[in-house]
């Protein structure tokens, strides 16, 4: 399959979070996932909109940049906000760990994301974080 | 998000309909907590999640701190109907330690 790709900019509210994974859902149907790498991807993408949401602009609401590949059987995704950043991204990766811990937060926003995909990169440079994610697509057999 | 209750033999049961996330846990939060400290005449809650077409981490966070709040009142939270996914990071986040799956 010839290469895809779409981009979409959107404020970075908690409401946009059904919109973003399903936008998401949408694209890669030509891929033919099942509906467990589905829902795989939809959680994954949910996490890392909530991170922007409650993490990348403390005073003002910002914008995120969601940018979706297709090539063949695999889907890279690319998260992409302007806002504050993560000083330790180490850290911010270890399960459980929350900046927020009064918020009732579980801390397992990035495991989850490392779980559900097959490769997560986090990458802080000052100006904001982009979180790249990619998972295969188990190619199915015709007419099953 | 849809939250409905109902007891029978002295429990709890909540089904949750919905999508549980950044968005509606607000919502969700308020809605429990009011059912938690009006219902009368239970001992233990049952979350019915048969009826959670999506939860993500966020889903672990709300039903933590409901947890904390009936530990204080010594009444117990069970799960059962978990999807995959729900069960999946239930099981990652160690959720099910303090709120036990049932079948």
Avoid: C
Wanted: neutral net charge.
């Amino acid at each position: 399959m010839k290469k895809n790709s779409m981009e979409i900019k959107f404020k970075a509210l908690a409401e946009n979070e059904p919109f973003a994974r399903n936008v998401v859902a949408g694209f890669i149907l030509p891929l033919n996932p099942s509906l467990n790498e589905l829902d795989d991807i939809k959680t994954a993408v949910s996490e890392a909109i909530t991170n922007v949401v409650v993490h990348a602009y403390p005073q003002n609401t910002g914008y995120v940049t969601m940018k979706v590949t297709t090539q063949d059987n695999y889907v890279t995704i690319s998260i992409v906000d302007n806002g504050i950043g993560i000083q330790d991204i180490e850290r911010a990766l270890t399960p459980f760990y929350t900046s927020k811990p009064n918020e009732e937060r579980s801390g397992m926003g990035f495991t989850v994301m490392e779980s559900f995909m097959d490769k997560l990169e986090v990458i802080s440079n000052g100006s904001g974080v982009t979180v790249k994610m990619g998972k295969a697509i188990e190619k199915k057999v015709a007419g099953l | 998000m849809q939250i409905k209750s109902r007891i029978v033999n002295k429990t709890l049961y909540i089904l949750l309909s919905g999508e549980l996330d950044e968005y509606t846990a607000p919502n969700v939060r308020k809605t429990l907590d009011t059912m938690l400290e009006t219902e009368k005449g239970f001992i233990q809650i049952v979350l019915d999640l048969s009826e959670l077409t999506f939860m993500d981490s966020t889903g672990v966070g709300v039903l933590i701190g409901r947890y904390k709040k009936m530990r204080e009142k010594n009444k117990p939270i069970f799960i059962t109907n978990p999807s995959r996914n729900a069960e999946r990071i239930f099981k990652m986040s160690g959720l099910y330690e303090i709120m036990p799956k049932i079948v």
